[in-house]
């Protein structure tokens, strides 16, 4: 259902569908409930398509959802509540996006998350409370516009292996990081 100028999820989508793929359509936004019926969803594509907002729950019946692509959209901010439900979500891609904001504690509920990819956007702070809940996270991807870390931002991410980040970034902003995190540290 890729690049067929789609301009919100069908409601008429077989219930036993294990991946979808609704990559490059026109949806501006992912609606509460969007997906009904879908539990037994693995993978999700909604990448290059314009999104702006994910609303509150929009993912909340996918409790067997292992990777979600929302790249390459226009996502500007990630509230609280946008990925309810998603126990075992693995992969989370947000990379080539306008993220200007996390909430704080936006991704608490996605404990069985371990890769977080987030670059390519105009994320420029990164706050204590950003990462909480991510004790499964062993891979994380932040972008060059980061301006400040705060110092207990990665307190949680006790699984993390790797933090990858621009070999450009500003380097006097990654003083003040604990030790364990700065050792994480690889440059693309």
Same mark, same amino acid.
């Given at each position: 259902?890729?690049?067929? =100028?789609?301009?919100?999820?069908?409601?008429?989508?077989?219930? *036993?569908?294990i991946g979808l793929n609704l990559s &490059?359509?026109?949806?501006?936004?992912? &609606? *509460?409930?969007?997906? %009904?019926?879908?539990?037994?969803?693995?993978?999700?594509?909604? %990448?290059?398509?314009?999104?702006?907002?994910?609303?509150? %729950?929009?993912?909340?019946?996918?409790?067997?959802?292992?990777?979600? @692509?929302?790249?390459? *959209?226009?996502?500007?901010?990630?509230? =609280?509540?946008?990925? %309810?439900?998603?126990?075992?979500? &693995?992969?989370?891609?947000?990379?080539?996006?306008?993220?200007?904001?996390? &909430?704080?504690?936006?991704?608490?509920?996605?404990?069985?998350?371990?890769?977080?990819?987030?670059?390519?956007?105009?994320?420029?702070?990164?706050?204590? @409370?950003?990462?909480?809940?991510?004790?499964?996270?062993?891979?994380?991807?932040?972008?060059?516009?980061?301006?400040?870390?705060?110092?207990?931002?990665?307190?949680?991410?006790?699984?993390?292996?790797?933090?990858?980040?621009?070999?450009y970034i500003n380097k006097k902003k990654?003083?003040?990081?604990?030790?364990?995190?700065?050792?994480?540290?690889?440059?693309?």
């Open positions: 259902m890729s690049n067929k =100028n789609l301009t919100e999820i069908p409601d008429d989508l077989p219930t *036993n569908l &490059e359509n026109r949806m501006k936004k992912i &609606e *509460n409930n969007s997906f %009904n019926g879908l539990s037994s969803l693995e993978e999700l594509f909604l %990448n290059s398509n314009g999104i702006k907002k994910i609303e509150d %729950n929009s993912f909340c019946r996918l409790s067997s959802l292992k990777h979600l @692509n929302l790249e390459e *959209n226009m996502i500007k901010k990630i509230e =609280n509540n946008s990925f %309810n439900g998603l126990s075992s979500l &693995e992969e989370l891609f947000l990379n080539s996006n306008e993220i200007k904001k996390i &909430e704080d504690n936006s991704f608490c509920r996605l404990s069985s998350l371990k890769h977080l990819i987030l670059s390519g956007n105009p994320l420029q702070i990164i706050e204590n @409370n950003t990462f909480n809940g991510l004790i499964s996270l062993k891979i994380l991807i932040l972008n060059q516009d980061i301006e400040f870390i705060e110092k207990k931002s990665f307190d949680e991410l006790s699984s993390l292996e790797d933090l990858i980040l621009p070999e990654l003083e003040k990081l604990p030790r364990r995190i700065l050792n994480l540290i690889s440059y693309i």
